[in-house]
């Protein structure tokens, strides 16, 4: 078939999918995160406000339903439509728990329909733009409910930056939910960085002018575009349902346990390759600003920072020495949410955060994603992990320091780094491709026989044993603080 007859019988998007072996409707969303670009540049150089939520709407609307299909902003419009209404009437003590309520009981039915209509499916459809808007939502009422509390000295700075005392009007609001550069594949994004960037006080100069993107957008496009051949080695050479293939369990164990990681760790680069456009495009249109820091060089102005949506660290994450690392770094503008909207709203003031609160976050996260076995196997087992690097931060660690707490004992630091490293990551992989799998068949039936079901006991009886009965190490007055006082999810 001619180049030409291709395009005519599957269209030309349907043509290009064929031709480079990638799915079409993934491919229309990549296309739709290129077409961002020049539109969120095209952006920066609008300065009627009113405009600007017209233009961030309408492009919104657009790339919704190229993508996702000819209804799916319905659901966005009618679920963000009855939380604006319930905001405007219900008490304000109570308004952002039912919307809690609501918005996940809307995904939730939506992830229950589309396990009936497209079970163990990848197809994309409005469920993924529906999980960002529903963040975007709760993020909305809890900002809302936090300009009107009382108890300020119960807040973060982070919930006094965030909140808000009035509501914005329905221009804004709509702009907010359908911001072309955030909507398919988000970050979430917040209403006071939304509406500060639309009026520029976002950018505090005199004269409220964005600084120049191009520079930083090409760098973050390029990072995206590095990350596309391992996006093609994960569909070929390595694919991770190959570790559930009668090829992989006819291996010897020996190679079984490097052959994990090898087929998991690519999966995880078609995420970083779409993080990285989202952030470019974020950053094209100056929505990314982050202040600016003082230039190297005598003389010269400022240097403008655009890290406000970074959303990954790949290489912090495939390098991490514990599960706290990769969680940090890890789809940070989730991770974000988690913390302030689950993490920390579990956590009484003043306290120290619970084992529950991190199984109750990570339940969260379970619960927004969908209902199949894998997500929970995944969130189950890295909360357990989580824990297990506090307790080894807190009570191993400190016997590899020399005594002024954080210089290591040589080579014994180094030996526990890198244990540390390759422990993390082999297990994160193992349990990492559940999350693909989806069904619990696959991931207990299958793969973890082929290791005797080894890799959650271990996990189980670690937490067991490092949290029941290895003791803490007594602090000495000249010893620095083994645990920080930020706490991850």
Not at 63 to 87: D, K, N, P, Q, R
Not at 111 to 134: A, E, F, N, P
Not at 301 to 313: C, G, L, Q, T
Request: net charge positive.
């Amino acid at each position: 078939m001619s180049t030409w007859d291709g395009i005519m019988t599957h269209g030309l998007v349907g043509y290009l999918s064929r031709l480079v072996s990638f799915p079409e409707d993934q491919l229309r969303t990549v296309l739709c995160l290129l077409l961002a670009y020049p539109l969120a540049f095209l952006l920066k150089y609008i300065n009627n406000q009113h405009v600007k939520h017209v233009y961030g709407i309408v492009f919104g609307l657009v790339f919704c339903t190229w993508c996702l299909g000819e209804w799916a902003w319905v659901h966005s419009f009618i679920s963000s439509t009855i939380v604006y209404i319930m905001l405007r009437v219900l008490p304000i003590q109570y308004s952002y728990k039912v919307v809690f309520v609501f918005v996940m009981s809307y995904i939730s039915g939506s992830h229950i329909y589309r396990m009936y209509t497209d079970y163990m499916g990848w197809t994309l459809d409005y469920t993924g733009s529906q999980m960002v808007v529903t963040l975007k939502l709760i993020s909305l009422a809890f900002n809302y409910y936090d300009g009107h509390r009382k108890d300020t000295h119960r807040m973060t700075d982070e919930m006094k930056r965030r909140s808000i005392r009035v509501l914005p009007n329905l221009l804004e609001y709509y702009g907010f939910i359908y911001f072309f550069p955030t909507f398919l594949a988000g970050p979430p994004m917040e209403i006071t960085d939304y509406l500060s960037y639309m009026n520029r006080s976002m950018f505090g100069n005199s004269n409220r002018t964005i600084p120049s993107t191009l520079v930083p957008t090409l760098v973050t496009l390029s990072k995206a575009l590095l990350m596309l051949p391992m996006v093609f080695i994960s569909n070929t050479m390595f694919s991770p349902y190959f570790l559930i293939s009668p090829a992989f369990q006819a291996l010897p164990m020996t190679e079984k346990i490097w052959r994990v990681h090898l087929h998991a760790f690519p999966a995880r680069f078609k995420y970083y390759f779409a993080w990285y456009l989202t952030e470019g495009s974020c950053t094209a249109c100056g929505l990314g600003y982050s202040g600016s820091v003082k230039s190297s060089t005598p003389g010269q102005p400022p240097i403008a920072k655009f890290d406000r949506y970074v959303n990954s660290h790949p290489t912090r994450i495939e390098t991490a020495s514990n599960m706290r690392d990769i969680i940090n770094n890890w789809n940070m503008g989730v991770n974000d949410w988690l913390r302030n909207y689950v993490y920390l709203r579990v956590t009484p003031p003043g306290s120290k955060p619970s084992a529950l609160a991190t199984l109750a976050t990570y339940g969260t996260s379970a619960f927004w994603h969908g209902f199949y076995p894998g997500y929970y196997i995944f969130f189950l087992l890295s909360g357990l992990i989580t824990e297990i690097a506090k307790d080894m931060r807190r009570k191993i660690r400190p016997l590899f320091l020399l005594p002024d707490g954080t210089s290591g004992r040589q080579p014994f630091k180094l030996v526990y780094d890198v244990i540390g490293t390759l422990t993390t990551l082999w297990f994160t992989s193992i349990f990492g491709v559940s999350f693909i799998y989806l069904s619990a068949e696959a991931t207990v039936s299958v793969l973890w026989r082929e290791f005797y079901y080894l890799p959650p006991i271990i996990v189980v009886v670690v937490f067991v044993v490092v949290r029941c009965f290895v003791p803490t190490p007594r602090q000495t007055p000249t010893t620095a603080p083994l645990v920080e006082t930020k706490k991850s999810t």
